[in-house]
């Protein structure tokens, strides 16, 4: 079992940053694929970014790619997302997910556990 809880959300104006955070529990975090996905209100939940195991590899969408980083501890068993030149279409509730594979994946279905999400919201 792996709880996840996220933090660093909050409000920022066009062009800022934000830096998320997750926490995993649990001492098998390390060989967790980890990931990233957001939920605007009335849109379904999408892929933002994952990250395997060992963070030698990782995966960006293509609507955050250059803007944002995915990067991960496992010493003190978290996962970042690096987000910068925010725009207001990034609003949404962001979800840090854990994959019991060592390999990343863009579809949520593969993702195991969940965490309870963190809004952000961009001001234009």
């Known amino acids: 079992q792996v709880q996840l809880v996220e933090s660093g959300g909050g409000l920022v104006q066009a062009g800022g940053s934000l830096r998320l955070s997750c926490v995993a529990s649990?001492?098998?975090?390390?060989?967790?694929?980890m990931g990233w996905f957001r939920q605007a209100p009335g849109k379904e939940r999408e892929f933002v970014a994952a990250i395997s195991w060992s963070g030698a590899g990782t995966l960006i969408a293509d609507s955050v790619k250059g803007r944002f980083a995915i990067s991960r501890d496992n010493a003190v068993n978290t996962v970042y997302l690096q987000m910068n030149s925010l725009k207001p279409e990034d609003t949404a509730v962001y979800y840090c997910a854990a994959r019991n594979s060592a390999y990343p994946s863009t579809y949520a279905g593969n993702y195991d556990y969940w965490g309870q999400g963190t809004q952000v919201t961009v001001s234009s």
């Open positions: 649990g001492r098998t975090f390390s060989s967790y694929a």
